[in-house]
């Protein structure tokens, strides 16, 4: 078999280049029209090395027809979707490409049916495989996955996107613009793991010929704690008067014994012991009753008061005789307590209520041994004060129009009245606008108060956190509180030295 052979085109020679394998590289020009030449050139070739590339690097003959070779089979084979997914991960090893796309096979599904599917428990094999390795999958993490990307993959990526073609640089701009909307890290972080969870999964499978996930950067930095109330904001919400007597002996429970709204729901008659309330379950709404959040039965300690208020509750239940175990938290059926939202918009009503009527206040004015003050404040048909109260003011005499309601437009001017020897402060209620305050805050509160007076493996058994590090969390809150205090003791204690401190200055 000849090495070589040449051959003219415009009158330079070409050469002709076959390796002892038998595969022929594409011809090669000379760069001369001399024969003589041209055979010193293909000698020096097959000796040294063919110029290849653009930037005519020396490569020996063998190496040189690897490409043609590669191309001849690739031609040549019957190459179905899972072999053309090898050859592009093969590039992609070599960092020769950055993606690929297939024409045909399961990576050209639409993005977001994908990730719609991946994340139905009915459906996904994802899902199913990490159930039946034991891993908790509930129908509540799916439902918010689901809505995750109806908001925010499917706004930014839409309905036409291949799988297959979302990219990282894609991915990147995505995560930016969530961070543009100041949603918070751990909130960002939870958004992208709906879609980072499936690509990863799909390049596992081989659906996808690369991990376009790969190397992106999550976000860090706290995310929003969520606020506690102040000793005198618990003071005046349990006050006042709640509408609903479900949602404030609710609020009592987690405040007292730290479990979470669900769990509250689940509770039932048999739940109830002499000082303790079993906590063997939660209640979801789609799921119905469940195990607790880390799938750990517990017990929590019962003040002799809430006991009281939970059988009160539970003979009020117009299923109490009907059902052998009913739930005490009732609700419109026998079979399904009340609703999550009915604590949520109740104590939201209840923190309002401490504006509407602050503690102290009275809608009468009456005679005594202090000066009187009045406050005035704008009230909406439904009662609510609209803006604040005036700042007090002191009334000299009784006057007959004192304690009415002075009608204007559709709201009303109403007073309050206060005897004090000095000016009162004006009264503000329970401000929760920029603080991130709800009826899971009680479950803070009880934690923060406990974490002040026990371990904090303690607590987390009580609270039902499943390590120590969830329940040091609440040290802070605790902190606060000590600096506060310290500060004021270190204040009484070294008082004398700092006046000497600061004549000497």
Same mark, same amino acid.
């Given at each position: 078999m000849?090495?070589?052979y040449?051959?003219r ?5 070409y050469a002709?280049?076959t390796t002892?394998?038998g ?6 020009s000379?760069?001369t029209?001399n024969?003589?030449?041209?055979l010193l ?6 000796k040294d090395g063919v110029?290849?590339g653009r930037k005519?690097i020396?490569?020996p003959?063998?190496l040189a027809?690897?490409?043609p070779?590669i191309?001849k089979?690739?031609?040549?084979s019957d190459?179905?979707t899972e072999?053309a997914m090898?050859?592009?991960?093969a590039?992609r090893?070599?960092e ?7 024409k045909?096979?399961p990576?050209?599904e639409?993005?977001i049916p994908?990730?719609a ?8 094999p ?8 034991g891993?908790?999958?509930t129908?509540?993490y ?6 995750k990307i109806?908001?925010?993959?499917k706004?930014?990526f839409g309905?036409?996107?291949?799988l297959n ?9 995505f995560?930016?613009?969530l961070h543009?909307?100041?949603l918070?890290s751990s909130?960002i972080?939870?958004?992208?793991i ?15 010929p690369i991990?376009?996930?790969e ?5 860090t930095?706290e ?6 109330l102040t ?8 006050q006042?008067n709640w ?7 609710a609020a ?5 014994t730290?479990i979470?709204s669900?769990?509250i729901r ?7 012991r002499d000082?303790?309330l079993?906590v063997?379950?939660?209640?979801n709404d ?10 750990e039965?517990r017990?929590?300690p019962l003040l002799?008061?809430?006991?009281t208020?939970?059988l009160?509750?539970l003979e009020k239940?117009p299923w109490? +005789?009907?059902q052998? !175990?009913?739930f005490i938290f009732y609700g %419109?059926? &026998?079979?399904r307590?009340? =609703?999550g939202?009915?604590?949520r ?6 923190? +309002?209520?401490t504006? !509407?009527n602050p503690l102290?206040?009275s %809608?009468? &004015?009456?005679?005594?041994? =202090? ?7 704008e009230?909406?048909?439904f009662?609510d004060?609209?803006g604040e109260?005036?700042?007090p003011?002191?009334?000299?005499g009784l006057?007959?129009t ?13 007073y309050?009245?206060?005897c004090s020897?000095?000016?009162?402060e004006?009264?503000?209620?329970i ?5 991130n305050i709800?009826f899971?805050?009680f479950?803070h ?6 974490a002040?007076?026990m371990?904090a493996?303690?607590v987390?058994?009580?609270t039902?956190?499943r ?7 609440y040290?802070?809150?605790v902190?606060?509180r ?5 500060a004021f003791e270190?204040a009484?204690?070294f008082?004398k030295?700092?006046q000497?401190?600061r004549?000497?200055?």
């Amino acid at each position: 078999m000849r090495r070589f052979y040449l051959y003219r085109r415009n009158g330079i020679y070409y050469a002709k280049i076959t390796t002892p394998s038998g595969v022929s590289l594409s011809g090669r020009s000379t760069k001369t029209q001399n024969r003589d030449e041209a055979l010193l050139k293909v000698a020096e070739w097959l000796k040294d090395g063919v110029p290849t590339g653009r930037k005519r690097i020396p490569k020996p003959v063998e190496l040189a027809a690897d490409l043609p070779a590669i191309l001849k089979a690739i031609k040549k084979s019957d190459i179905d979707t899972e072999g053309a997914m090898s050859i592009v991960s093969a590039l992609r090893e070599r960092e020769l490409v950055d993606f690929g796309v297939t024409k045909s096979g399961p990576g050209r599904e639409k993005f977001i049916p994908f990730l719609a599917r991946f994340w139905d428990l009915e459906r996904s094999p994802y899902l199913k495989d990490k159930i039946a390795h034991g891993h908790k999958i509930t129908q509540k993490y799916c439902r918010e996955a689901l809505q995750k990307i109806e908001r925010h993959w499917k706004a930014f990526f839409g309905n036409t996107i291949p799988l297959n073609a979302v990219t990282r640089k894609e991915l990147r701009e995505f995560s930016i613009a969530l961070h543009e909307k100041r949603l918070t890290s751990s909130t960002i972080n939870n958004i992208m793991i709906v879609g980072t969870s499936a690509l990863k999964w799909a390049y596992t499978e081989r659906i996808i010929p690369i991990d376009p996930t790969e190397g992106l950067i999550t976000f860090t930095g706290e995310g929003k704690s969520r606020d506690i109330l102040t000793e005198e904001e618990i003071e005046a919400l349990f006050q006042v008067n709640w509408q609903e007597k479900r949602a404030y002996i609710a609020a009592l429970v987690s405040l007292t014994t730290g479990i979470r709204s669900g769990e509250i729901r689940a509770l039932r008659w048999d739940s109830i012991r002499d000082d303790v309330l079993d906590v063997s379950y939660s209640w979801n709404d789609t799921e119905g009753l469940k195990c607790p959040k880390n799938g750990e039965p517990r017990r929590a300690p019962l003040l002799p008061e809430i006991r009281t208020l939970l059988l009160e509750l539970l003979e009020k239940s117009p299923w109490a +005789k009907s059902q052998e !175990n009913p739930f005490i938290f009732y609700g %419109e059926k &026998p079979d399904r307590p009340c =609703s999550g939202e009915l604590f949520r918009r109740n104590l939201l009503r209840a923190i +309002k209520e401490t504006a !509407n009527n602050p503690l102290g206040w009275s %809608e009468e &004015p009456h005679n005594g041994d =202090s000066q009187l003050w009045a406050i005035k404040g704008e009230k909406n048909s439904f009662g609510d004060l609209v803006g604040e109260w005036s700042e007090p003011e002191r009334v000299e005499g009784l006057k007959s129009t004192d304690g009415e309601k002075t009608e204007i437009r559709n709201h009303y001017f109403e007073y309050r009245y206060l005897c004090s020897e000095t000016k009162p402060e004006k009264p503000t209620g329970i401000v929760i606008e920029g603080r991130n305050i709800d009826f899971h805050s009680f479950r803070h509160i009880y934690a923060a108060r406990m974490a002040d007076r026990m371990a904090a493996d303690k607590v987390a058994k009580v609270t039902g956190h499943r390590s120590k590090a969830a329940a040091k969390i609440y040290q802070e809150h605790v902190t606060k509180r000590i600096m506060t205090e310290a500060a004021f003791e270190a204040a009484e204690e070294f008082g004398k030295v700092l006046q000497f401190a600061r004549k000497g200055a």
